[in-house]
Nanobody, 124 residues
């Protein structure tokens, strides 16, 4: 079992930046691929990106590639989502999730544990 708590959301103007954090507690953090997902009002949850268990690999959705960066600190049991050049369409609730599968995956059902989410609102 692992518990995940996100923080760092808020209101930002278009073009601005935010850094989200996801703190994990419970079983060994480094055994999990960590993903970030988002859900806008009236839309399905969508994949944002993931980082491998060691932190050596990342993968992003096309919509955020080049603007968002995921990193992790296994010593602090924390994963981060650095969001730059934010757009109004990035407005959503952002959630982190943990997957202990062998291969990193992008679909929501692969992830076993989820945080409660943090709201990000980008004004135009």
């Amino acid at each position: 079992q692992v518990q995940l708590v996100e923080s760092g959301g808020g209101l930002v103007q278009a073009g601005g930046s935010l850094r989200l954090s996801c703190a994990a507690s419970g079983r060994s953090f480094s055994r999990y691929t960590m993903g970030w997902f988002r859900q806008a009002p009236g839309k399905e949850r969508e994949f944002v990106g993931f980082i491998s268990k060691s932190g050596g690999g990342t993968y992003y959705a096309d919509s955020v590639k080049g603007r968002f960066t995921i990193s992790r600190d296994n010593a602090k049991n924390t994963v981060y989502l650095q969001m730059n050049s934010l757009k109004p369409e990035d407005t959503a609730v952002y959630s982190c999730a943990a997957d202990d599968g062998v291969v990193a995956r992008t679909f929501t059902s692969a992830y076993d544990y989820w945080g409660q989410g943090t709201q990000v609102t980008v004004s135009s």
